[in-house]
């Protein structure tokens, strides 16, 4: 397990008040000032996505708008699917047959399962000056955003939460927090991936000490997250440190915060990629290259709930200087996660039969 030290003070699952959000992206996205004529006339460039990425209220639709501004006569069509496993799953099963010319959306967890296929094509992307809270120099895959999983609570149900994981397992209250499931979850496994590298051989352990303080365990984050917690139904949720900044920015309320554990919290870095099989590969890193620009990046913050890996011309929104800053960032090497997360998995399942 590799420990990083912080440099920074996050998804995109935030539908509600659509319009105003969609109003807010579109102010702080500057017109596209780069216009490459008919280079790439009447071209198509197909990317497989996430749900949320595409979405009214998600970074998709301001992003389509800019890139085919810049590259003229250019189409740029989403492929929207249920998850990262999702993104992955589909081009792996279609292989060189893959309609797909690009694929948003992996993780960094990813990297080696990803590698792996030999599917993807070098990116043609300069990433030395991303600001990240790691260093990065894979010439494959092309980082756009990222996030720490964190646990947010309603601060009018819960004034003085657990701060780190020890006192969580003591707490008296049972049934406190919603988590998702690490088999259909990109946040449950990144639950699963921080209790592990805080614990070590003793993750069993303590996810069976865990059980009493779980309400629920879903199958995917809006459940969790919509459904459940923002209905009162559990004081804490698993989700993002950076996901009260879009409370306080679009909903105007500071009821939802994360709390900072004293253990530091794992990092999710999502990622870009071009995939081999592409007739349009020129187009496909012109679009990586534009995925990393000002303008894109400019619709992070509130269309992904996450930190941009730009510095924004005209910064982050204000409510992203009140978000917690982790005492140290938490990542396995994907190699790693690679090689036993399917014993992690199983681990997770007899520490908790009841789910």
């Given at each position: 397990?590799?420990?990083?030290?912080?440099?920074?003070?996050?998804?995109?699952?935030?539908p509600?008040?659509?319009?105003?959000?969609?109003?807010?992206?579109t102010?702080?996205?500057?017109?596209?000032s780069?216009?490459?004529?008919n280079?790439?006339?009447?071209?198509?460039?197909?990317?497989?996505?996430?749900?949320?990425f595409?979405?009214?209220?998600?970074?998709?639709?301001?992003?389509?708008?800019?890139?085919?501004?810049q590259?003229?006569?250019?189409t740029?069509?989403?492929?929207?699917?249920d998850?990262?496993?999702?993104?992955?799953?589909?081009?792996?099963?279609?292989?060189?047959n893959?309609?797909a010319?690009?694929?948003?959306?992996?993780?960094?967890?990813?990297?080696?399962?990803?590698?792996?296929?030999?599917l993807?094509?070098?990116?043609?992307?300069?990433?030395?000056?991303?600001?990240?809270?790691?260093?990065?120099?894979?010439?494959?895959?092309?980082?756009?955003?990222?996030?720490y999983?964190?646990?947010?609570?309603?601060?009018?149900?819960?004034?003085?939460?657990?701060?780190?994981?020890?006192?969580?397992?003591?707490?008296?209250d049972?049934?406190?927090?919603?988590?998702?499931?690490?088999?259909t979850s990109?946040?449950?496994?990144?639950?699963?991936?921080?209790?592990?590298?805080?614990?070590?051989?003793?993750?069993?352990?303590?996810?069976e000490?865990?059980?009493?303080?779980?309400?629920?365990?879903?199958?995917?984050?809006?459940?969790?997250?919509?459904?459940?917690?923002l209905?009162?139904?559990?004081?804490?949720?698993?989700?993002?440190?950076?996901?009260p900044?879009?409370?306080?920015?679009?909903?105007?309320?500071?009821?939802?915060?994360?709390?900072?554990?004293?253990?530091?919290?794992?990092?999710?870095?999502?990622?870009?990629?071009?995939?081999?099989?592409?007739?349009?590969?020129e187009?496909?890193?012109?679009?990586?290259?534009?995925?990393?620009?000002?303008?894109?990046?400019?619709?992070?913050?509130?269309?992904?709930?996450?930190?941009?890996?730009?510095?924004?011309?005209?910064?982050l929104?204000?409510?992203?200087?009140?978000?917690?800053?982790?005492?140290?960032?938490r990542?396995?090497?994907?190699?790693?996660?690679?090689?036993?997360?399917?014993?992690?998995?199983?681990?997770?399942?007899?520490?908790?039969?009841?789910?």
């Amino acid at each position: 397990m590799i420990m990083f030290h912080s440099r920074y003070n996050l998804r995109k699952y935030y539908p509600s008040n659509a319009q105003t959000r969609l109003s807010i992206l579109t102010a702080m996205l500057a017109t596209s000032s780069l216009i490459f004529g008919n280079a790439y006339a009447s071209a198509t460039l197909t990317v497989y996505t996430d749900e949320s990425f595409t979405a009214d209220w998600g970074p998709g639709p301001i992003i389509k708008e800019g890139f085919e501004k810049q590259c003229g006569d250019c189409t740029l069509n989403f492929v929207a699917l249920d998850s990262s496993a999702g993104i992955l799953n589909r081009v792996q099963l279609e292989g060189k047959n893959t309609k797909a010319d690009v694929i948003v959306g992996l993780n960094a967890n990813q990297i080696a399962i990803a590698e792996d296929s030999g599917l993807l094509a070098p990116s043609g992307v300069d990433t030395s000056d991303l600001q990240l809270p790691i260093e990065w120099d894979s010439d494959t895959f092309v980082p756009y955003d990222f996030g720490y999983f964190a646990f947010i609570y309603d601060t009018e149900a819960l004034s003085a939460p657990p701060t780190n994981f020890e006192e969580l397992i003591a707490s008296p209250d049972e049934g406190m927090i919603i988590i998702q499931d690490p088999r259909t979850s990109t946040t449950g496994f990144g639950l699963l991936l921080w209790l592990k590298s805080i614990y070590g051989d003793e993750a069993a352990a303590k996810w069976e000490a865990l059980q009493p303080r779980i309400l629920t365990v879903t199958k995917g984050f809006s459940e969790a997250y919509f459904s459940l917690f923002l209905n009162g139904e559990a004081p804490m949720v698993l989700s993002y440190s950076t996901s009260p900044g879009y409370h306080m920015e679009v909903d105007k309320t500071e009821r939802y915060q994360a709390v900072a554990f004293d253990e530091g919290h794992y990092l999710q870095v999502e990622l870009a990629a071009l995939l081999k099989s592409s007739p349009n590969k020129e187009l496909g890193q012109e679009f990586l290259r534009y995925l990393i620009d000002q303008d894109a990046q400019a619709t992070i913050p509130l269309g992904n709930v996450m930190y941009p890996v730009v510095e924004l011309e005209d910064g982050l929104p204000e409510s992203f200087s009140k978000l917690i800053e982790p005492a140290s960032t938490r990542l396995f090497s994907s190699e790693e996660v690679r090689d036993n997360r399917r014993a992690w998995i199983d681990e997770w399942l007899e520490s908790s039969s009841g789910w």
